[in-house]
Nanobody
């Protein structure tokens, strides 16, 4: 029912910035949680940041202070502003929407590649 499409990935030098977008095809449940995850080669997919329906946010310690998650409900779009990028941020970044109670409500985007290298 929900289709998510990420965009904004690319190649950037260490210390640079990138802004990722996640566009949803339709309306999102008012109580749904949106988040960004990433997966580097040979590693498990990990949570980067969450943003809840009330606007509160949660960040992984590794990105706290450098990344900012936000959402525009009118546009059904979520963003991840990434600053001071490091080589260890290199990964495929995925958009996710899920509900804390309804386990079937769990959607993922195709992912967008972020490469941080000099």
């Amino acid at each position: 029912q929900v289709q998510l499409v990420e965009s904004g990935g690319g190649l950037v030098q260490p210390g640079g910035s990138l802004r990722l977008s996640c566009a949803a095809s339709g309306s999102i449940l008012s109580t749904a949680v949106m988040g960004w995850y990433r997966q580097a080669p040979g590693k498990e997919r990990e949570l980067v940041a969450n943003i809840f329906s009330g606007g509160s946010t949660n960040y992984a310690d590794s990105v706290k202070g450098r990344f900012t998650i936000s959402r525009d409900n009118a546009k059904n779009t979520m963003y991840l502003q990434m600053n001071s990028l490091k080589p260890e941020d290199t990964a495929i970044y995925y958009c996710n929407v899920r509900h804390p109670v309804i386990y079937e409500y769990d959607y993922w985007g195709q992912g967008t590649q972020v490469t941080v290298s000099s």
